[in-house]
T-cell receptor, first 108, second 114 residues
Framework: SQQGEEDPQALSIQEGENATMNCSYK?????LQWYRQNSGRGLVHLIL?????REKHSGRLRVTLDTSKKSSSLLITASRAADTASYFC????????FGAGTRLFVKA | NAGVTQTPKFQVLKTGQSMTLQCAQD?????MYWYRQDPGMGLRLIYY???????DKGEVPNGYNVSRLNKREFSLRLESAAPSQTSVYFC?????????????FGQGTRLTVV
């Protein structure tokens, strides 16, 4: 299975702190994506990183990709209460597979 | 800017009843998908349609059928609902950009089978 697996399963931090979540996968990939899901809502695409990229930034988000270790990390800097959500990594093409996600809780 | 629209938003079915979940996208995307999400879990792919006129099974297709009615619409049918199909169902669409497929999701249909 190409399924990505996020770690940790849950993370609770104070507003202003950084949040780091990780994703590991088993097969070679062309790209890896991160999505956010607010409670009870659909997923929203955050960022895509291609296999030939090592790091990518988007606002307060920083994603790294280490293809030799088959892992990726998502860093949210200076977190806000509004960042409270579940975060999923996703790999694959048509049959995009999502991991179980990391539930992030940011305390105000 | 509707994006991906799913109907209904909520549904309660009795075991054995049938129903169709509707999905429509207005972004002119070629590919559409149906996922289910169970509590505390990620999304599991039920069926997908890479392009108009084609459909393929995903991870968990048993108990479901799909129809790609046209480029905009992709429906999911439960012929004989079972309690195990209680879940939140998400429709998504995507198009490829240099080989990557960024998915846009609907708001979900919460289905309870009693």
């Amino acid at each position: 299975s190409q399924q990505g697996e996020e770690d940790p399963q849950a993370l609770s931090i104070q507003e202003g702190e950084n949040a780091t979540m990780n994703c590991s996968y088993k097969t070679s990939i062309n790209n890896l994506q991160w999505y956010r899901q607010n409670s009870g809502r659909g997923l929203v695409h955050l960022i895509l990183i291609r296999s030939n990229e090592r790091e990518k930034h988007s606002g307060r988000l920083r994603v790294t990709l280490d293809t030799s270790k088959k892992s990726s990390s998502l860093l949210i800097t200076a977190s806000r209460a509004a960042d409270t959500a579940s975060y999923f990594c996703a790999i694959g093409g048509f049959k995009t597979i999502f991991g179980a996600g990391t539930r992030l809780f940011v305390k105000a | 800017n509707a994006g991906v629209t799913q109907t209904p938003k909520f549904q309660v079915l009795k075991t054995g009843q049938s129903m169709t979940l509707q999905c429509a996208q207005d972004m002119n995307h070629n590919s559409m998908y149906w996922y289910r999400q169970d509590p505390g879990m990620g999304l599991r792919l039920i069926y997908y349609s890479a392009s108009e006129g084609t459909t393929d099974k995903g991870e968990v297709p048993n108990g479901y059928n799909v129809s790609r009615l046209n480029k905009r619409e992709f429906s999911l049918r439960l012929e004989s609902a079972a309690p195990s199909q209680t879940s939140v169902y998400f429709c998504a669409s995507s198009d490829s950009s240099q080989g990557a497929r960024t998915a846009f999701f609907g708001q979900g249909t919460r289905l309870t089978v009693v």
